[in-house]
């Protein structure tokens, strides 16, 4: 396996799982962990597609809970290589299917209303000061909305995810507003979400939220999740993640 000068392999899910990373390019953070474990997918039936997939993290983790095809979009070149490089790593090229794409100009070989679940772990932060990004490109574009925003995220999901189909995002609770508005004008209604803590006593600074392609009302808010207990370590709850991944 061909790696670059600043990439190393790192194994996850208890040596189980390798994925290729750069820490000048891309590291996949905990929130990828958190959403590919609140996320629906379909076992043995159906597809998924995940946007803004970065390195692949997310299918490769979504590979261990599901038998059925796997696809992602990613837009950055450097990116999608490592990606694809991991599923040959895994051999997982039987089921993920990596595309080097523009979440805004999707291919027509992406059937429209043909996925049963969709996930993204878009980018963040509303930056149009240049001084407020990050002087990286690659984390420029991972982490502020340069090449969409979350408008055109959901809109994309929305284009995928057949009726009666899921479409699952980890983003920041001070989006909650804007995801929620955003998911009902492009027909997707808010089912379930999550407020994720960093620690019990602090503010939540992750949000999950999965909605239903034309679903009905009927929104369910599932308990606090706190992640590091105050000397650092996981919780029972974090611990209990990485064992059902």
Known sequence: MHLNDDERIDYIIENELRVIQSPTVFSFSLDAILLAHFAWVPIKRGKIIDLCTGNGIIPLLFSRQSQVPIEGVEIQERLFQMGTRSVDLNNLNDQITLHHEDIRHLPTNLKRESYDAVSCNPPY?????????????????????????????????????????KVSLVHRPERLLDIMVLMRKYRIEPKRMQLV????????????????????????????????QDDSTYTSEMRAVYDQL
């Open 197 to 228: 803590y960093p620690k019990r006593g602090k503010e939540a600074n992750t949000l999950l939220i999965e909605g239903i392609k034309d679903g009905k009302p009927d929104l369910k808010v599932l308990p606090p999740f706190v992640v590091y």
């Open 125 to 165: 932060f509303k930056s149009e000061r240049r001084d407020q990004r990050n002087l990286n490109e690659h984390l420029t574009i991972a982490r502020h909305e340069v090449m969409c925003t979350l408008e055109d995220v959901i809109r994309s999901c929305s284009s995928l995810v057949k009726q009666g189909g």
